[in-house]
């Protein structure tokens, strides 16, 4: 009975929320558009030029490096979001053929110039899940870390050229799979996924604010 009531919810009320949202979002990312890079849209709703040209230096260097990966971004991202997520980091929304990075300060500051290359690994990573995501093969309990593992790999792998010109950022970025970075996102319900990410939203607006009244200082 209570997993006949919890499907009769997602039927009747989250998917319906989603669909709405997703909608909501697309128009968003249309209004908010920054910038474009052969083709992908680059959107912003603070309109942060660090992001844009983290975002555009990252797909200048995939293309130079990389035309095989860049083609995939190409084909499986259509729209690059700074937005923020649940968890932070990286998502990529498989109806929107949308990559949303999660552009916190805090995460991305410390590289300074070269933050741009870890721009470059995650749009990488993301564009992996839209081609899984093509070829059919669900992001399930059962693959989920099988798939997790590939897509860190594709980032490696391109990180392994990046090394020739950058060794020490291509060192720092290297790392062996960890599944245990996404062990909370994976145990969270649809539900609890919504949540975290208002409550991230709201400290996002939190921070938006006291830089503003930093600023008028």
Same mark, same amino acid.
């Given at each position: 009975?209570?997993?006949?009531?919890?499907?009769?919810?997602?039927? %009747?009320? %989250?998917?319906?929320?989603?669909?709405? %949202?997703?909608?909501?979002?697309?128009?968003?990312?249309? @209004?908010? @558009?920054?910038?474009?890079?052969?083709?992908?849209?680059?959107?912003?709703?603070?309109?942060? !030029?660090?992001?844009?040209?983290?975002?555009?230096?990252?797909?200048?260097?995939? #293309?130079?490096?990389?035309?095989?990966?860049?083609?995939?971004?190409?084909?499986?991202?259509? *729209? +690059?979001? $700074? +937005?923020?997520?649940?968890?932070?980091?990286?998502?990529?929304?498989? /109806?929107? &053929?949308?990559?949303?990075?999660?552009?916190?300060?805090?995460?991305?500051? !410390? *590289?300074?110039?070269?933050?741009? +290359?870890?721009?470059?690994?995650?749009?990488?990573?993301?564009?992996?899940?839209?081609?899984? $995501?093509?070829?059919?093969? !669900?992001?399930? /309990?059962? %693959?989920?870390?099988?798939?997790?593992?590939?897509?860190?790999?594709?980032?490696?792998?391109?990180?392994?050229?990046?090394?020739?010109?950058?060794? @020490?950022?291509? #060192?720092?970025?290297? &790392?062996?799979?960890? @599944?245990?970075? *996404?062990?909370?996102? *994976?145990?969270?319900?649809?539900?609890?996924?919504?949540?975290?990410?208002? #409550?991230?939203?709201?400290?996002?607006?939190?921070?938006? #604010?006291?830089?503003?009244?930093?600023?008028?200082?």
């Amino acid at each position: 009975m209570g997993a006949r009531l919890a499907q009769l919810f997602v039927v %009747l009320f %989250l998917r319906p929320l989603e669909k709405l %949202l997703k909608r909501s979002l697309l128009s968003l990312q249309a @209004e908010n @558009e920054v910038a474009r890079f052969e083709g992908i849209v680059i959107s912003d709703g603070d309109d942060n !030029p660090s992001f844009r040209e983290t975002v555009l230096a990252a797909l200048q260097l995939i #293309k130079e490096l990389d035309p095989r990966r860049f083609r995939r971004i190409q084909r499986y991202i259509k *729209w +690059v979001v $700074n +937005v923020p997520l649940a968890h932070g980091g990286g998502e990529y929304a498989y /109806s929107m &053929h949308t990559c949303r990075i999660d552009f916190e300060q805090s995460v991305w500051q !410390p *590289w300074g110039d070269q933050a741009f +290359v870890l721009c470059a690994d995650v749009l990488i990573h993301e564009a992996t899940h839209g081609v899984l $995501n093509a070829r059919n093969i !669900p992001y399930s /309990s059962q %693959l989920r870390s099988r798939i997790e593992r590939l897509c860190v790999r594709e980032g490696q792998r391109f990180l392994s050229r990046v090394s020739e010109a950058r060794p @020490e950022v291509a #060192k720092a970025l290297c &790392h062996e799979f960890d @599944e245990s970075r *996404w062990h909370r996102s *994976w145990r969270e319900t649809r539900w609890e996924s919504l949540l975290s990410t208002v #409550k991230r939203l709201l400290r996002y607006r939190r921070i938006q #604010k006291a830089q503003r009244q930093l600023a008028h200082r």
